[in-house]
């Protein structure tokens, strides 16, 4: 085979990159869902060491004003002691969030829903999802006996092995950066054996999502949510009987297998358990998407012993998820930050922007970049119906702005270019502005927008 | 030939298991660069258990994962209607496993053979490594006089057998991974593992198929968009080749 030229190639057919340190499984008793633990397991020798070196490098990086020094911290006590997530999950009730979108909304939620009974939740809000992440959240909360964790799709196997977690919430599966993630099916099977690997756990899935509901099939605890599904491409063929789903109207839909039908549903804003009314999802975050978040939080909580009117108030403060749909004055324009990472979240966002332009005139900012973190390649921006933008004043920025005009040319959607998009929020002519933005754009803005703060 | 007055027909051939990668996209700029010539279009998505017209002018299958791949494999082998419409000399573009398919033989699930539509003299095997980048191709053949750019994922490598050609020469990138070559040429019958879409990155490439269909050609048609997308992808890849040059030198 003649090979010309620099293509990355990716090792095939499994999925993940590498993690960045061993995650050595956990071989102490798991804690069910139902219980709360007693107390802090002993620390092995290596693990206080490796605290030691961490704490050490953490300092360093604050003190070099290269960070907050969690990450870094975290990264050094994983690389001297990989045992160290088994270790410090021991004698704590983990709760695992994994899906392609609504982790850290969703881990947000019911880290409040928790912390509203009394209870200390360590959690790892900033969206820090994958293994160093998570030992940095659970040595920044040493008394929380109950952990609500956001994690990356392709590490949730390592990690479930190695936290042994009373409960795990499986939101949905969909396409995103299909270079770095690879087929989603495959991603379903590895979620399906780690679901059926972990026996003591309580699987807290989403069944109107075809590819959540089958790697929960298994579980021999679950508890079944219909929280909807706005993309279905992924999801055409069965990954187990593997003949073609069947769709109504509605988000019900069939195949060979037996129908799993949803102990939790929403009727508009209504939560109904068992087809009973249990309350209303009154959020001040925007969209279907969030509801269908609020939905599986609120459904998790109960099964962890949270009452359902406690969880529900509980989200109703909620206005900012690490950046996401909050509102921040900017460039001397009100700026309304999105996170678009995928088709299946674009176009929950672009279902939002639109609904905002019919209320009140505003300027649209799409801000595409395609590092590492985003997905290397832009097809998918043919996936995202942004024809429904026309007539809205749009500019484009990031860098491959080049690749978003070309799409937005065909759509037919007017718009300006803007190299850098800061000046693309500072030149729109209207008041209130909304940004829409891929994972590395939305991390750089929020970062020059706190910068400016202080 | 088409005739004068019906709309020009696109037809997108099981797009519910063959449009992975944003290949729909391909029907969206076929139909908006005959629409900006004042020629009408109707664009039709044929999904399965729907019959395949056998009126269209252009048909297009993208890519799509292993089950998906093989679903809509069985379903075009069963009703012949692709066959039919290839027979007659249709213009068909096929992405990556829409290109494999077309052939004898393709990797499935696991890396197993499944047979193909065998309407194209080209078989896919498992590679060892996932193909995955930019790519930039030099067409061979005169049809097309322009660096074609695209970006690949796929594990399939595809062999050409010697009734057909390739679409162009691997200047950067992996393409079938045999001989230095992406993709297939034979009659109007155009495959190649370039995703972007391929026709957003490469609007001449649109511009052909679209005359073979058409059977005259078309008023030029240029987009200030395209061409500065274009300059940015091609300038991309050297500028990535340059530093790992310059990387390489600097080890040694």
Redesign the interface.
């Known amino acids: 085979?003649?090979?010309?030229?620099?293509?990355?190639?990716?090792?095939?057919?499994s999925v993940a990159p590498a993690p960045s340190a061993v995650v050595a499984p956990r071989t102490t008793p798991a804690v069910i869902a139902g219980q709360v633990p007693s107390g802090r397991a002993r620390r092995s020798v290596r693990l206080r060491v490796a605290l030691r070196c961490g704490a050490a490098a953490a300092w360093l990086s604050r003190a070099a004003h290269l960070g907050r020094g969690q990450m870094i911290g975290g990264r050094i006590v994983l690389t001297l002691a990989p045992d160290a997530l088994a270790q410090l999950s021991t004698g704590r009730r983990i709760v695992l969030v994994t899906g392609t979108n609504g982790k850290t909304t969703t881990t947000r939620m019911l880290a409040e829903a928790i912390s509203s009974t009394g209870d200390r939740v360590a959690t790892n809000a900033t969206g820090a999802n994958m293994p160093d992440g998570l030992v940095a959240a659970l040595l920044a909360a040493p008394r929380a006996r109950t952990a609500v964790l956001e994690i990356d799709e392709c590490y949730l196997p390592t990690v479930a092995a190695a936290t042994r977690p009373a409960m795990m919430l499986l939101l949905n599966l969909t396409?995103d950066q299909?270079?770095r993630v690879?087929?989603?099916?495959i991603l379903e099977r590895r979620l399906r054996a780690a679901v059926n690997a972990a026996t003591d756990c309580t699987v807290v899935s989403n069944v109107d999502d075809v590819l959540t509901c089958s790697a929960a099939s298994d579980a021999r605890r679950v508890v079944r949510v219909g929280a909807g599904t706005g993309w279905t491409?992924?999801s055409?063929?069965c990954?187990r009987c593997?003949s073609?789903v069947r769709r109504g109207s509605g988000p019900s839909w069939s195949c060979g297998c037996p129908r799993q039908e949803p102990m939790w549903t929403l009727a508009g804003s209504t939560v109904l358990r068992h087809g009973t009314t249990v309350g209303q999802v009154q959020l001040s975050l925007p969209g279907k998407g969030n509801r269908a978040n609020a939905l599986m939080a609120v459904a998790a909580a109960n099964a962890l012993g949270v009452p359902v009117p406690s969880a529900l108030k509980s989200l109703r403060v909620l206005r900012d998820i690490d950046g996401r749909f909050g509102t921040v004055a900017w460039q001397g324009h009100d700026v309304h930050l999105l996170l678009a990472k995928n088709p299946a979240s674009w176009r929950e966002i672009l279902a939002i922007m639109t609904a905002r332009s019919q209320r009140s005139r505003r300027s649209v900012v799409l801000c595409v970049e395609a590092r590492a973190a985003d997905g290397?390649?832009t097809?998918?921006?043919?996936?995202v119906p942004f024809e429904q933008l026309r007539g809205v004043d749009v500019v484009a920025t990031g860098s491959r702005a080049?690749?978003l005009?070309?799409?937005?040319?065909?759509?037919?959607v007017d718009h300006r270019i803007v190299d850098d998009p800061r000046d693309a929020v500072a030149t729109c002519s209207t008041h209130d502005v909304d940004v829409a933005a891929t994972y590395s754009a939305f991390r750089k803005m929020r970062g020059w927008m706190a910068d400016e703060r202080h | 030939m088409k005739g004068t007055d019906s709309a020009f027909r696109i037809v997108e051939v099981l797009p519910d298991l063959l449009a992975t990668y944003g290949d729909g996209g391909n029907a969206v700029v076929l139909q908006e660069r005959l629409r900006r010539r004042g020629i009408a279009t109707e664009r039709i998505s044929v999904r399965i258990g729907t019959a395949l017209p056998s009126s269209g002018d252009i048909y297009l299958l993208g890519g799509g994962e292993d089950a998906a791949q093989i679903l809509a494999a069985a379903e075009l082998r069963r009703s012949r209607a692709l066959a039919r419409v290839a027979a007659q000399g249709r213009v068909v573009l096929a992405v990556c496993a829409g290109m494999q398919i077309l052939g004898s033989t393709f990797a499935g699930v696991d890396g197993r053979a499944v047979k193909g539509l065998g309407l194209l003299d080209l078989a896919t095997a498992p590679g060892r490594t996932r193909a995955v980048g930019e790519v930039v191709l030099e067409p061979t053949g005169s049809a097309l006089s322009q660096p074609l750019t695209g970006f690949e994922n796929h594990l399939g490598i595809t062999t050409l057998g010697a009734s057909v050609a390739p679409l162009g020469r691997v200047v950067r990138g992996i393409g079938n991974g045999i001989d230095g070559i992406d993709g297939v040429l034979a009659e109007h019958v155009v495959g190649t593992y370039l995703h972007g879409p391929v026709l957003a990155r490469n609007p001449e490439l649109a511009d052909l198929l679209l005359s073979w269909a058409v059977g005259d050609e078309l008023a030029p048609l240029r987009l200030e968009a395209v061409a500065r997308l274009r300059h940015d992808r091609l300038h991309a890849v050297q500028a990535r080749r340059a530093r790992m040059l310059h990387r390489g030198r600097r080890a040694n």
């Open positions: 085979m003649t090979r010309t030229g620099s293509a990355v190639t990716a090792p095939a057919p396409r299909l270079d690879g087929e989603v099916r491409a992924d055409q063929v990954p593997f073609m290397l390649d097809s998918w921006l043919w996936d080049a690749d005009a070309v799409r937005l040319d065909y759509a037919g």
